[in-house]
């Protein structure tokens, strides 16, 4: 009875009738924008360290590298970010999305041409780098710049990407006042997560916010 059990579990599986629930997009891309909650961030909030900044000179963006291969089959970091954040997305053999769509948070824009979406780092390399993380080794700072645990990258529209640049959110918001919540909330539990500092108006900025959600 245990063989034929076993049997018809295998053969469910090879025609995908049975979910294993090994998914390696749905485990490699938790951190989907959104999924922190206003009274985690709160909690979270009230646990930055709040510091002046330290920018010492030195940074480079190759000092944090990003879009690691092969984190899913042979995507790259970007590329898993692509498939979890668009719509009805299709991509070639290399992984690369070759149609679908795109919702920017920031603006409301909806792409459908793949090279007008980036993939944003929610805390920005280089505010990273003045928040500490010019203090980490190489490895932490690959780490960090691919990390699809929290909710530091979102697919957002270019034009808005760049118009955010390095800037912390007493300085930069989204267009969209819409995803103002969820904006303060995935910043503050990426500076949470990784024990990076929030500048004194960087944190009055975010807890005006928050009062507001």
């Not at 291969?69 to 995507?75: K, R």
């Not at 909330?185 to 500076?191: D, L």
Request: proline share 5%.
């Amino acid at each position: 009875m245990v063989a034929l059990v076993v049997f018809a579990f295998l053969v469910m599986e090879q025609f995908d009738v049975v979910d294993l629930g090994g998914d390696p997009a749905e485990n490699a891309s938790g951190g989907a924008p959104g999924e922190v909650s206003t009274e985690q961030a709160r909690d979270q909030l009230e646990e930055l360290r709040v510091e002046d900044e330290d920018d010492p000179p030195g940074y480079d963006r190759a000092l944090f590298p990003h879009w690691d291969n092969g984190v899913e089959d042979n995507c790259t970091t970007r590329q898993v970010v692509l498939e979890r954040d668009g719509e009805d997305v299709e991509a070639d053999q290399n992984c690369q999305p070759v149609s679908g769509s795109w919702a920017s948070p920031y603006d409301d824009e909806v792409l459908t041409d793949v090279q007008d979406v980036d993939i944003d780092h929610m805390v920005a390399l280089k505010e990273a780098w003045r928040s500490g993380a010019h203090a980490w080794t190489t490895e932490e700072r690959q780490s960090f710049a691919n990390d699809l645990d929290t909710t530091q990258l979102w697919a957002v529209s270019a034009s808005s990407n760049r118009a955010k640049g390095d800037a912390d959110p007493a300085d930069w918001m989204p267009p969209s006042e819409a995803v103002h919540c969820d904006y303060a909330a995935s910043w503050i539990e990426v500076k949470h997560t990784w024990d990076l500092a929030a500048d004194p108006d960087e944190e009055q900025a975010l807890r005006e916010i928050l009062e507001g959600c």
